[in-house]
């Protein structure tokens, strides 16, 4: 392993203020030209903070719920959306509530497309919905899905061109943005245990998946879709929580086991 540049030493820095009430986080969501932080609190608010002023902001506002998932725009930087497990979708602009949308489902899992004109969002249900997003409206336009357990984690391709989605099941499906059609058909099963988390590389040549298997998985077949993978046996002794994507041949990995890695990915 090592610190890619940028992340110099690896070592981190304390935001200062008071923060979230609850003094717990459940989600977290950066914008897309990394200034503003986006806290989703236990305390049923949102904290809009700037980073670079390495300080959380104090004033938060009521999201109406609990958080559940979340995820920033890749373009807007002052949008971001929020699924409540009181079966809400939230749209956040700046530090405000936007619009708030009832659903029938549980939001689990959130992710934008690749011009944060959608919103993907995976239900406790099993399904996925796309949504339009126009201003602060959330209109759906699909729905549909294979996965058989609820959805942990939604990403998309800067390429444009793929979503993925996991699941409590282990399962993992890659469709086209398109039509949204399943391209794995049968998904891939080659965790066991839950996938907790997804992210594509910059040139989307690689796709990797953590697990509370505690493997972490690297897959890099997106034309005929076959099983060719990596895999990082026990990257995170007692599971893996979140992988994302440096650049593309450096991963960052979170585990349960309260440790970050930085991994070296080989060229293909």
Same mark, same amino acid.
């Given at each position: 392993?090592?610190?890619?540049?940028?992340?110099?030493?690896?070592?981190?820095?304390?935001?200062?203020?008071?923060?979230?009430?609850?003094?717990?986080?459940?989600? !977290? /969501?950066? $914008?897309?030209?990394?200034?503003?932080?986006?806290?989703? %609190?236990? @305390?049923?608010?949102?904290? +809009?903070?700037? &980073?670079?002023?390495?300080?959380?902001?104090?004033?938060?506002?009521?999201?109406?719920?609990?958080?559940?998932?979340?995820?920033?725009?890749?373009?807007?930087?002052?949008?971001?959306?929020?699924?409540?497990?009181?079966?809400?979708?939230?749209?956040?602009?700046?530090?405000?509530?936007?619009?708030?949308?009832?659903?029938?489902?549980?939001?689990?899992? !959130? /992710?934008? $497309?690749?011009?944060?004109?959608?919103?993907?969002?995976? %239900?406790? @249900?099993?399904?996925?919905? +796309?949504?339009? &997003?126009?201003?602060?409206?959330?209109?759906?336009?699909?729905?549909?899905?294979?996965?058989?357990?609820?959805?942990?984690?939604?990403?998309?391709?800067?390429?444009?061109?793929?979503?993925?989605?996991?699941?409590?099941?282990?399962?993992?499906?890659?469709?086209?943005?398109?039509?949204?059609?399943?391209?794995?058909?049968?998904?891939?099963?080659?965790?066991? /245990?839950?996938?907790?988390?997804?992210?594509?590389?910059?040139?989307?040549?690689?796709?990797?998946?953590?697990?509370?298997?505690?493997?972490?998985?690297?897959?890099?077949?997106?034309?005929?879709?076959?099983?060719?993978?990596?895999?990082?046996?026990?990257?995170?002794?007692?599971?893996?929580?979140?992988?994302?994507?440096?650049?593309?041949?450096?991963?960052?990995?979170?585990?349960?086991?309260?440790?970050?890695?930085?991994?070296?990915?080989?060229?293909?």
């Amino acid at each position: 392993m090592r610190s890619p540049s940028g992340i110099k030493t690896g070592d981190g820095t304390w935001l200062s203020g008071i923060g979230h009430a609850g003094k717990v986080v459940s989600q !977290i /969501a950066v $914008n897309a030209n990394s200034e503003l932080l986006y806290s989703f %609190g236990l @305390d049923d608010r949102v904290h +809009v903070s700037q &980073l670079s002023k390495l300080h959380v902001n104090q004033d938060g506002a009521e999201l109406g719920g609990l958080p559940a998932a979340a995820a920033a725009s890749p373009r807007d930087p002052q949008v971001a959306v929020a699924g409540l497990a009181q079966n809400k979708l939230v749209v956040i602009r700046g530090d405000a509530i936007a619009s708030t949308l009832s659903v029938s489902y549980q939001p689990t899992a !959130i /992710a934008f $497309n690749v011009d944060g004109t959608q919103v993907i969002v995976g %239900g406790k @249900d099993k399904k996925l919905r +796309v949504y339009e &997003l126009s201003g602060a409206s959330l209109k759906q336009i699909w729905e549909g899905g294979e996965h058989d357990k609820p959805i942990s984690w939604i990403d998309t391709s800067r390429d444009g061109e793929f979503i993925v989605s996991t699941d409590k099941e282990a399962s993992i499906y890659i469709r086209g943005t398109s039509k949204f059609d399943c391209r794995n058909k049968n998904g891939w099963r080659y965790h066991q /245990a839950s996938v907790q988390t997804c992210s594509f590389s910059p040139d989307t040549k690689r796709l990797a998946t953590g697990s509370l298997d505690t493997h972490i998985i690297l897959w890099h077949n997106f034309k005929d879709f076959s099983a060719d993978r990596i895999r990082i046996e026990r990257a995170h002794p007692s599971g893996v929580e979140h992988v994302r994507f440096w650049d593309d041949n450096t991963l960052i990995s979170v585990g349960a086991d309260r440790t970050v890695k930085i991994w070296d990915v080989p060229s293909i």
